[in-house]
């Protein structure tokens, strides 16, 4: 078992760097400046997760304990913004941001979905927490992308005089 959960600790720290460089990456890519500073916390949360995971590691190596300290604040990173300031821009740009949410909707959406198969893949009840509570920390980070989404998304319909029938 201990193989086991050191395997999917260490599967989940490569995502973890992943989504962190993937945010850092299409920083520079949006046009956005709102959706810029929502990158760049996500890519500091992710750097979050990050040094967590690799503390989990450590300390279950070393005492086959999953206890270590981390809370990741469950402020919505969206709802101080006003939807003025979310929205806007070109259409252009505009195609470009929603390209990017969507990928990194997927992106949280793929890591939930790999936290929750981890949890039902354990017996230690233990892990099996741990692994709810990263799913619930992904979830968070896709359903805040989703919003900003939806909301660019509806913005860029109304822009372009069209309504999708989805």
């Not at 990050?50 to 300290?69: A, F, G, H, P, Q």
């Not at 990741?72 to 929205?87: A, D, G, M, V």
Request: aromatic share 12%; hydrophobic share 35%.
């Amino acid at each position: 078992m201990k193989n086991g959960i050191i395997g999917i600790l260490n599967y989940a720290l490569t995502k973890e760097i992943e989504g962190r460089e993937f945010y850092k990456a299409k920083m520079d890519s949006l046009s956005n400046p709102e959706l810029k500073t929502i990158f760049h916390t996500l890519a500091n949360m992710e750097q979050g997760h990050v040094e967590y995971i690799k503390r989990l590691i450590e300390t279950y190596e070393n005492s086959e304990s999953l206890e270590v300290d981390f809370e990741e604040s469950q402020e919505n990173i969206f709802e101080k913004r006003e939807l003025e300031e979310i929205t806007g821009g070109t259409v252009s740009n505009m195609t470009l941001d929603l390209t990017v949410l969507k990928m990194g909707y997927m992106i949280e959406d793929d890591f939930m979905k790999f936290y929750l198969k981890a949890a039902e893949s354990v017996e230690d009840k233990e892990a099996k927490e741990l692994f709810l509570k990263l799913a619930k920390w992904e979830e968070h980070h896709r359903d805040t992308l989703y919003e900003y989404y939806k909301r660019l998304s509806d913005e860029y319909w109304t822009n372009m005089n069209f309504t999708p029938l989805y």
